[in-house]
């Protein structure tokens, strides 16, 4: 059995046994029956001989005092400790305050009960005629033994130290509807291994949020954090469908035009090498399907991203979109409708366009994409089907130099600018069949 003295704002509690108070509260109510009949009976009477007992109550007493005073110092030995460290440090004291007050006090109370007891005792005349003997000095230390018990796990409490904080230990605080994981919550902060985890086997079958409690232990002392963890749908991305084998290839380009004169112009024109996106491998890790995305540059180098889909989108950890659609703008109210293009405006007949929307890819950061919403052409997979550059404000600065130079030179050199690159699509398959076909 445990109590709580209070729950932090971040849903962390911490708890001590209450078994221990239990015995000393036991231990209190037994040194008040042995004070009242040690205090009742006349002195002289003892089985054991006044000086007997008198040595025994006083060697007794002179151990509890000497104990009761072993919380107070291990309590500023933690206060010390905690502010050499940190002051703000959640230290076992702090935490555990009222219960180390109630537990040194049960010692406490035992001491003072058995010392007035004694103390009317001593002050009584001697026997009288029929007066039996009671041994309430046994009782007395069976009192004190269960005091002690309350002592020492106060003292334990004081020398616990700074007391850690608790998280998930998963990548992303996310689990798969249907599925089961198994979390062993990561205990952070000093002397986090001296802690021992417990285990929790979640499993939702419905999406929405669901709220679990992390517990980490030891003797006598425990530390919870109640936590919400998202419970979502493996549902595929139709923009980045994420299934083994599936890739995605680009390549990147841009051009640069100079004018000397107005007869010579000069365009240099530059593509890189191909980049590739690969899924290669797919898990189920703590109730989470997931998949290694592979993103391969020039040169060789190879980044692994772990990917899963949620609700429709594909993510990597801790919560990123792999491809975002961008929703249009709708035009503000009272606004003139767009217009219809006429005949004469219409574009000449030739091949549709391919379905695509706006969006953005994770792998062109700061770019605005357009992504095919079905395949076409060497793209036999939806995707980002080309992604374009956006202008900065360097961009603006280096305009207005190469503008600064014509006037400067009177037209002679016209020093051109790159136009924004652009990444386009090469190609997409997949060497199995797609998750888009469960």
């Known amino acids: 059995m445990e109590y709580a003295w209070g729950t932090h704002a971040d849903g962390t509690a911490y708890t001590a046994a209450l078994w221990p108070l239990a015995l000393g509260v036991t231990g209190v109510l037994v040194s008040i029956v042995a004070g009242i009949l040690l205090a009742g009976r006349p002195r002289g009477r003892e089985r054991f001989g006044t000086g007997t007992l008198a040595i025994c109550i006083f060697a007794t007493l002179l151990g509890m005092v000497v104990a009761a005073g072993i919380p107070p110092l291990a309590a500023m030995e933690g206060m010390a400790r905690a502010w050499q460290e940190e002051i703000f440090t959640r230290t076992s004291f702090w935490e555990l305050f009222p219960h180390v007050v109630v537990g040194g006090s049960a010692g406490l109370l035992t001491v003072v009960i058995t010392g007035i007891s004694l103390a009317v005792h001593l002050s009584r005349p001697g026997p009288r005629a029929g007066t039996r003997a009671v041994p309430a000095h046994l009782l007395w230390m069976l009192g004190a033994i269960l005091a002690a018990l309350s002592w020492g796990e106060a003292v334990w409490l004081c020398h616990v130290g700074p007391m850690p904080g608790l998280d998930t230990g998963l990548a992303s605080a996310r689990i798969h509807a249907g599925r089961q994981a198994t979390i062993v919550p990561r205990v952070v902060g000093t002397g986090a291994g001296s802690w021992t985890p417990r285990p929790l086997i979640v499993k939702a079958e419905d999406a929405g949020e669901m709220e679990i409690t992390l517990e980490a232990t030891r003797p006598l002392v425990k530390v919870a954090r109640t936590v919400t963890v998202e419970v979502g749908q493996d549902t595929p991305d139709p923009l980045f469908p994420l299934a083994v084998g599936n890739w995605w290839s680009y390549r990147y380009s841009h051009s640069r035009t100079d004018r000397l004169l107005i007869f010579f112009e000069s365009t240099h ?51 990123w979109p792999i491809v975002e659609r961008i929703e249009p703008v709708l035009p503000a109210p009272g606004s003139d409708p767009p217009k219809t293009p006429t005949d004469a405006q219409a574009p000449p007949l030739g091949p549709p366009e391919p379905a695509a929307t706006p969006c953005t890819f994770m792998m062109f950061e700061g770019q605005t994409c357009s992504c095919l919403l079905e395949p076409a052409g060497n793209a036999k997979l939806p995707g980002p089907m080309r992604c374009v550059e956006q202008r900065g404000t360097m961009d603006d600065l280096l305009t207005i130099g190469s503008l600064m130079v014509g006037i400067m030179t009177a037209g002679i050199l016209v020093p051109g600018l790159e136009s924004g690159g652009v990444w386009e699509m090469v190609g997409s398959g997949t060497s199995r069949s797609s998750k888009t076909g469960r």
């Open 269 to 319: 024109e530059y593509e890189s090498e191909i980049h590739m996106a690969r899924v290669t491998g797919e898990a189920v890790v703590q109730g989470l399907t997931t998949y290694t995305l592979e993103w391969t540059a020039a040169g060789g180098h190879v980044a692994s991203f772990e990917a899963y889909d949620w609700n429709g989108v594909a993510h990597v950890h801790p919560g």
